[in-house]
């Protein structure tokens, strides 16, 4: 069974004040409780063995960053700083950490494969960011910022532009110029408005340039950010 959707509902409900209902709280010690498979070969192949650390796509398989991004980001949103939520917390932000490539950024698991390095992509950057941003101050998180703004730079889909807005509001960066890029394209590239996710998104991105209005943003007691 796809356990992502879960993240996403959890961190909804944690956004709209849910938080605290008991099946809030059913959710988050699911989320908790879960983790991806160890994978035996995957010391051998990625010289990372740190699989079980982060979540998956589904029951009973791998970890990944994307859905490691979606938990670990509605699990702070949640608040909870309860040992249990803490130690969670922790151990996902070693296995994204550990996983940067080289140059920054965030491939879809490891950074290397057969001592290969592997290229980030532009979404598992953003989602891995959005999870990240009270650690700025790591050397990782900030070059990974800057290799994302790289991607923006270059990038026509309105999915990553929307995403983009986003996550550089979460990092305090002025979004003016990536925000008419993102409504100038909006325009010429409509059809990408009938893809859920990408609605959701640009929808968002919008709200964040017109009502200063980020649901992404966390806030913490004491940020290491900004």
Known sequence: NATWPTFLVYFLMNSLGKGDSPRAEAVSAWIIAHKGRGAAYSQDLCSKDLYAAGWPWYNGTTAWIEPTGYALLALKKSGKKDTAAAQRIKKAEQFILARTCRGGGWNVGNSKLFDVHLDPYPTNTGFALLALQDHYDKSNVLESLYRFRDFLHTT???????????????????????????????????????????????????????????????????????
């Open 156 to 226: 026509k889909s309105l999915f990553l532009l929307s995403l983009g807005v986003i996550v550089m509001n979460c990092f305090d960066e002025d979004t003016t110029v990536l925000s008419e890029k993102l409504q100038r394209y909006r325009k010429e590239s409509s059809i990408e408005l009938s893809h859920v996710p990408t609605c959701a998104l640009f929808l968002t991105a919008s709200s964040v340039n017109i009502a200063n209005n980020n649901p992404f943003l966390l806030t913490f007691d004491t940020p290491d950010k900004r």
